[in-house]
């Protein structure tokens, strides 16, 4: 069945400074203050001078951006780019890619290594605009999961999927509608506590100016200076964090009752019966990642997955199956969009999963996407009733994601343990069967499935063999050969520096030939500019280009896009494509 896939990625930002004292011989000196105050630049001035680069390459428009941690810009090819704050993390903030809506794996994986191929042209231009702020240094993009401190981001994948069918589709439905009062209720209440801190905010800034002012001791004292400056990093990421705090105590009530209906509801069937597949795919999908004790995993996320389905719109346990934009959709209206909210009241859903390594091997990406796209088409089909299921579905994951030996067995409801691999081969052996009694099927799936098959063999047999085709593999043997009796520290640059984009070292293996392609240069070019065309992507990517010298504001979102103010101005919705509802 055909449906709509995507992928999110972010992206870690690395800015090696450089000594830049002559530098800033050149420079006015109000920036000559700012740079000796911040030796870095910041992952947010940085993601602005990407952003002002990736300008002049295509045609780009802003997005609708939701609080001042998030910016968001939209390229002609329908893809989008925004900064993601991560508060946690050193120097704050990562760089997250989504890619337009794909209608198959190998047009997917096109358009995310188009992305990724704008934004690495785009390094030099931004790099010219941080030198010119007097930030000398080299700037580099990471497509990882987990930095060297530990902590975690990467990547989600998104499936067009049936929310639910029958009955239980118009309980799903009348769940929502109950909490529909809830919400406005909590979205009132929401904008009066943050109309009056504004309110607050501004009286304190207007207090602490004023006494700058009359007090002449505390006139040009640093804490007063950087209190009051536009771009005060401390004090934006606070207002952030009682924002967010707010957001999530007000919204509490309306969000359990969407998480109780969401969780209970939504891909039930797809949940209960792909789990199996899912928990053992790090053997095919997994990036792998030195641990500090020295040892080898599979997987980057798969260790930090602690549910299976999320409960709420924050990120403390990171799930599985992610169903936090159902939630926040739920309370769209607070934010004035009633379209989001009504869009979830449609039959098909977008399925985010959590449980997903940023892959740099097109091979791993592609099996990734494309087999699991495969096995959602074999469980709303009803094809996977009686499919392996781990009895401890957590422990299972940790436990398959520690073993590269990949002999490690788990418990199966009802049956004796498997391995990994014998999980896998389950659904494949399933899904062959699937495609063979199928009316029509593509010859895609076919090449999947022979694809799907070999890989397992080479596992089983000689894992080496996928060295450049399946990331975790490549790492190891990367490490093994380049860093085998070195110290812990050399090995895990060595892992870290696997994953950078363009000058990294599967980038290198690909430069040399050693690594398996699906697809082209010349189809990712293409792909740079141009959106999918049976898609919503097509008309966005075509309003993008359109509307570059419109004079009116232009706002462009997933769903929609808006020209002129909120008030008067003219909204086109990007419609999916029709499908029948059951």
Not at 379 to 394: K, T, W, Y
Not at 400 to 424: F, H, N, R, W, Y
Not at 483 to 497: E, T, W, Y
Request: include cysteine; proline fraction near 6%.
């Amino acid at each position: 069945m055909p449906r709509l896939l995507g992928l999110e990625t972010e992206l870690a930002i690395r800015f090696s400074s450089a000594d830049a004292g002559e530098n800033l011989d050149t420079l006015p000196a109000p920036l000559v203050a700012l740079r000796k105050r911040y030796p870095h630049p910041g992952n947010r001035m940085i993601y602005e001078a990407l952003s002002g680069a990736v300008g002049e390459l295509v045609h780009t428009q802003p997005g609708d951006s939701h609080g001042v941690e998030q910016a968001r810009f939209f390229t002609e090819s329908g893809a989008s780019v925004c900064y993601e704050a991560l508060p946690q993390a050193r120097d704050g903030g990562l760089v997250e890619v989504a890619t337009p809506e794909c209608d198959d794996a190998g047009q997917l994986v096109c358009h995310q290594r188009a992305i990724e191929a704008l934004l690495l042209r785009a390094i030099p231009g931004a790099s010219r605009r941080l030198r010119d702020l007097g930030f000398e240094g080299e700037l580099a993009l990471l497509k990882n999961c987990r930095d060297a401190e530990g902590h975690i981001y990467g990547a989600q994948e998104n499936y067009e999927v049936e929310v639910a069918r029958g009955a239980w589709l118009w309980v799903y439905r009348a769940g929502l509608t109950l909490g529909a009062p809830l919400v406005v209720v909590q979205a009132l209440l929401l904008w009066s506590v943050a109309l009056l801190l504004v309110a607050l905010l501004t009286v304190a800034m207007v207090v602490l100016l004023l006494v700058g002012l009359v007090v002449p001791r505390l006139r040009g004292h640093s804490l007063l200076d950087r209190l009051l400056a536009d771009d005060h990093p401390t004090r934006d990421r606070w207002i952030n964090k009682v924002g967010h705090v707010l957001d999530q105590v007000i919204s509490a009530p309306g969000m359990l009752l969407s998480a109780l209906v969401i969780r209970a509801i939504a891909f039930r069937r797809e949940r209960r019966v792909a789990l199996g597949f899912l928990v053992s795919r790090p053997i095919l999908t997994g990036t792998g990642s030195l641990e500090a004790d020295g040892k080898f995993g599979l997987s980057e996320k798969g260790p930090a997955i602690q549910q299976l389905t999320r409960g709420g719109t924050g990120s403390a346990n990171r799930p599985l199956f992610d169903t936090g934009n159902l939630m926040k959709d739920v309370f769209a209206p607070a934010r004035f969009r009633l379209r989001p909210y009504l869009a979830l009241f449609r039959a098909r859903q977008r399925m985010q999963l959590g449980l997903s390594d940023a892959n740099v091997a097109q091979a791993a990406e592609f099996l990734k996407v494309g087999v699991t796209s495969l096995v959602l088409d074999m469980a709303e089909a009803g094809a996977l009733d009686d499919a392996p299921r781990p009895a401890d579905p957590i422990a299972a994951l940790r436990t398959i994601c520690a073993d590269p030996t990949l002999k490690a067995e788990v418990a199966i409801e009802g049956q004796g343990p498997m391995s990994a691999l014998a999980i896998q081969r389950a659904y494949l052996a399933k899904a062959r069967e699937f495609v063979r009694n199928a009316p029509a099927m593509s010859l895609g799936a076919r090449q999947l499935l022979t694809l799907w098959g070999d890989a397992l063999d080479a596992l089983e047999a000689d894992p080496t063999r996928l060295v450049g085709a399946l990331d975790w593999v490549t790492k190891r043997y990367l490490i093994e050969a380049a860093a085998g009796d070195a110290p812990f520290p050399v090995q895990k640059k060595v892992d870290l520096r696997y994953h950078e984009l363009g000058s990294g070292y599967f980038a290198r293996l690909e430069q040399a030939g050693m690594a398996r392609r699906v697809v082209s240069e010349e189809e990712i070019e293409t792909a740079i500019r141009t959106p999918p065309a049976s898609t919503p992507a097509r008309l966005r990517g075509q309003l993008v280009r359109e509307l570059a010298g419109e004079r009116l504001p232009v706002r462009v979102s997933w769903d929609s896009v808006r020209v002129g103010g909120r008030i008067g101005g003219k909204v086109i919705p990007l419609r999916p494509r029709i499908r029948p509802e059951r």
